[in-house]
């Protein structure tokens, strides 16, 4: 599944790798460095997400291409964001999650074994 994605990035010409199991970076140089414009993607339960490195996490509509997504994301600023813009969140309809469920999706991510266990 990530395979497949960070092939259609890279044929646009944006880096992209895993960080961990389930942390995908997406990046326009490598090594990312914090001035730059990147973020990390995972996929949940049939569901992908979105993170800002503060982490602010968005959902992404499941009818969105989330490659498509990516470059608009990585194209809306050159330098690090800490939230996404919000015409740029509300053109792709992404869906800010809140705290508590960006603690609890982080939580199931990172600190859990990697299985489907319910999340946010």
């Known amino acids: ?19 961990e199991p ?5 990046t326009p140089n490598v090594p990312y460095l914090p001035s730059f414009n990147s973020f990390w993607l995972a996929e949940f339960m049939g569901n992908w997400y979105l993170s800002t490195w503060l982490p602010a996490i968005y959902l992404i509509p499941k009818d969105k ?7 608009s994301v990585l ?3 050159r330098e ?12 792709l309809r992404l869906k800010r999650l809140s705290q508590d469920a960006t603690e609890l999706l982080l939580e199931v991510l990172f600190s859990a074994p ?4 319910p999340g946010p």
Do not use: P, W
């Open 1 to 19: 599944m990530y395979d497949l994605l960070i092939a259609s990035l890279k044929d646009k010409g944006i880096n992209a790798f895993l960080q």
């Open 22 to 26: 389930r942390q995908l970076v997406v």
């Open 65 to 71: 291409d989330i490659c498509d997504v990516c470059v």
């Open 75 to 77: 194209r809306s600023s």
């Open 80 to 91: 690090a964001i800490y939230v996404i813009d919000e015409t740029c969140a509300d053109s």
């Open 114 to 117: 990697h299985s489907e266990s």
